[in-house]
């Protein structure tokens, strides 16, 4: 089971058990229909969720009141990601490490290492060449395709000459 990063559990809310989640997922929608998360590695069977902003309000069926709620604050929130129905043109971190990256005129520029999310701006994307690193903001205008079989994205070079960093 590969897990999906949520967010993290910031304050109980109310007096029901209620806790209120910190996203660092961006777009909470895609968690609206989860029948559980995960907490401390144990799935927790989720009564009701609902979302307002970078916020999930969560009633967990284990959970009985504002005591043991306050108990999970600080703890990591995740779905598995099996459970998750992302759009088309939306990806999982783990589907883009590790893919080739070229640009639409051919050129190879090498392979993902990290992504770097912070839920504010573009992600920024690591690459490993054969020189160094190479950092880009992940932006509409800059990606052709992705093929999340052959794990390759290709990029545009004029777009990806104007906001690419090379690090030696």
Excluded: W
């Amino acid at each position: 089971m590969e897990k999906f990063y949520i967010g993290k559990i910031v304050k109980a809310q109310g007096i029901k058990g209620e806790v209120k989640i910190k996203s660092e997922c961006g777009d909470l929608d895609i968690i609206k229909n989860q029948k559980y998360l995960i907490i401390k590695n144990q799935n927790i069977a989720v009564k009701s969720l609902r979302v307002n902003g970078n916020f999930a309000f969560a009633l967990f069926s284990t959970i009985a009141d504002r005591n043991q709620a306050e108990e999970l604050v600080g703890l990591d929130v995740y779905a598995e990601q099996s459970n998750i129905k992302l759009d088309d043109d939306s990806y999982f971190v783990s589907d883009m490490l590790g893919s080739k990256v070229s640009l639409n005129d051919g050129s190879e520029i090498g392979i993902i290492a990290d992504i770097i999310q912070n839920g504010k701006c573009a992600e920024i994307y690591t690459v490993k060449t054969v020189d160094g690193t190479v950092m880009f903001p992940f932006l509409k205008d800059l990606v052709c395709s992705f093929d999340k079989s052959q794990k390759h994205l290709i990029l545009d070079k004029k777009r990806f000459d104007e906001v690419s960093l090379y690090e030696n």
